[in-house]
């Protein structure tokens, strides 16, 4: 099993361009979650998912959409990269019964 | 939405001596409580968690406490090794997970 992946595990974008940062999972889980990561801050929740067709927003989804299309796939959207916006990005998932949380490598992202 | 609070941000010890992070939540519904360690360019790693029904929980040299009276749960590391020197990071979960903001935990040999 690959657990939990991540692409790309680096990027540099320049302000207003696009991306998606990619996660997948191997693990059935229902629950999935992208977190970024600042120095000095912590994990902040952006959005997630408790199933396939249904997304929530976290603490800080301004800037960011997503979709959950299949239980695998959990696509991070920037529409307009901002500098703002510069981070490590983790993604997440929790089983069925809840309990531990595997993250994904991360993808660090610059935005110019 | 749950609002988790760490204390301290950093933590130096002597190898051999006991480290403790505390940490307090604002959501008494939050049922579940996991503490992290991260290592430098790594991904966060489970190394203890904690369920709403049970105050204590230990494993070899750490320990967790909780407190759902005062919301508020504390990591106790003994023994502390060089290789414990890393961030750790305590959560708080209802229906969603929310971290509070680490704490850089350096051992001196």
């Known amino acids: 099993n690959a657990g939990v992946t991540q692409t790309p595990k680096f990027q540099v974008l320049k302000t207003g361009q696009s991306m998606t940062l990619q996660c997948a999972q191997d693990?059935?889980?229902?629950?999935m979650s992208w977190y970024r990561q600042d120095p000095g801050m912590g994990l902040r929740l952006i959005h997630y998912?408790?199933?396939?067709?249904?997304?929530d927003q976290g603490e800080v989804p301004n800037g960011y959409n997503v979709s959950r299309s299949t239980t695998e796939d959990f696509p991070l959207r920037l529409l307009s990269a901002a500098p703002s916006q510069t981070s490590v990005y983790f993604c997440?998932?929790?089983?069925?019964?809840?309990?531990?949380?595997?993250f994904g490598p991360g993808t660090r992202l610059t935005v110019t | 939405g749950e609002n988790v609070e760490q204390h301290p941000s950093t933590l130096s010890v002597q190898e051999g001596d006991s480290a403790v992070i505390k940490c307090t939540y604002s959501d008494s519904a939050s049922n579940y409580f996991p503490w992290y360690k991260q290592e430098l360019g790594k991904r966060p790693q489970l190394i203890i968690d904690?369920?709403?029904?049970?105050g204590e929980k230990k494993d070899q040299r750490i320990a967790v406490t909780l407190n759902k009276t005062a919301k508020h749960f504390s990591l106790h590391i003994t023994e502390t090794q060089p290789e414990d020197s890393a961030v750790y990071f305590c959560a708080a979960n209802n229906n969603d997970m929310r971290f509070g903001a680490g704490t850089r935990l350096t051992v001196k040999p």
């Open positions: 997440a998932t929790i089983g069925r019964w809840g309990g531990e949380q595997y």
């Open positions: 693990m059935n889980h229902e629950y």
């Open positions: 998912s408790v199933g396939a067709g249904i997304t």
């Open positions: 904690i369920r709403s029904n049970v």
